[in-house]
């Protein structure tokens, strides 16, 4: 297997949902070379050779991004056998909220209690971390470990995309002129939503720490969509659809921008 010429990309949380969309959106592109990370091998490993059998354009890497030892010895792995990373797509995110609202819903179905569920503050502090672990923290701790990588693209520039969501966007959570103002006010998801905007900052940070090097640094609105993610409490459109934007970052040219946060409709408010 020859890399040499390719492009190599790095997709966490890939082994299904829209990582894996994503990863299908870049086979198309035969220059490029596909690192499926995952947090479980067998998944990882199962989805890989689902979307290519021969191995050629698809590997998948065992990286879990809330364990920093995890996350060094995916980086350790990489600079050895492939010596670089192009690109780095930080996909793998949690939002343990979802769960709550399925109890609670469960128990008004069988005449349970109509308040949410109430809990403690040690049960609510957990809540922020597990989240924060792996939405904000882990995005950070990833692309630290794969600068070093970043910093031998050959396949210049080199592209990070950070996928956030339009639940993190203070514009449109502020903007009562929005036609769907209601909807972004809505005071749900407290957890998921601040990390996604604090995920927005981040994005900011490494795309002006990065932009003397010339690389593309950009956030992805996905849209809601119906993946295992949202535990089929909520549809939403196909992970095909919600690629899209992710694979136009990751495959930016020179002149593509940098330190923008969009979707498929172009320019989302921060």
């Known amino acids: 297997m020859n890399t040499e010429s390719r492009t190599i990309v790095l997709i966490t949380g890939a082994n299904q949902g829209i990582g894996y969309a994503v990863a299908q959106g870049l086979l198309a592109h035969k220059d490029y070379f596909i690192l499926l990370g995952s947090r479980d091998a067998s998944r990882g490993a199962k989805a890989a050779t689902g979307l290519d059998p021969t191995g050629e354009f698809v590997k998948s890497i065992t990286i879990d991004v809330a364990d920093d030892t995890s996350i060094q010895q995916a980086a350790d792995l990489v600079a050895s056998k492939y010596r670089r990373l192009d690109v780095l797509i930080n996909n793998a995110g949690i939002n343990n909220e979802i769960d709550i609202m399925i109890k609670q819903h469960k128990m008004q179905q069988e005449g349970g209690a109509a308040q949410p569920e109430t809990i403690?503050?040690?049960?609510?502090?957990?809540?922020?971390?597990?989240?924060?672990?792996?939405?904000l923290f882990g995005a950070a701790m990833v692309t630290e470990a794969f600068t070093p990588l970043l910093e031998k693209s050959t396949a210049l520039p080199a592209r990070i995309v950070f996928v956030s969501s339009h639940t993190g966007s203070l514009g449109l959570r502020v903007d009562s002129s929005d036609a769907e103002y209601a909807k972004w006010s809505c005071p749900s998801f407290p957890v998921y939503r601040t990390s996604k905007a604090a995920l927005n900052m981040l994005t900011l940070h490494y795309a002006a720490k990065f932009h003397d090097n010339g690389w593309k640094v950009n956030g992805s609105c996905p849209n809601l969509t119906d993946t295992n993610f949202a535990r089929g409490w909520v549809k939403g459109r196909?992970?095909?659809?919600?690629?899209?934007?992710?694979?136009?970052?990751?495959?930016?040219?020179?002149?593509?921008?940098?330190?923008?946060y969009s979707d498929e409709n172009g320019v989302v408010p921060w």
Not at 120 to 128: E, M, S
Not at 238 to 254: C, D, G, Y
Request: charged content about 25%.
């Open 238 to 260: 196909p992970a095909s659809e919600s690629a899209v934007n992710i694979v136009r970052l990751a495959t930016l040219s020179a002149d593509g921008e940098s330190g923008v």
């Open 120 to 135: 403690n503050l040690a049960q609510h502090r957990k809540l922020f971390r597990d989240v924060y672990e792996v939405n």
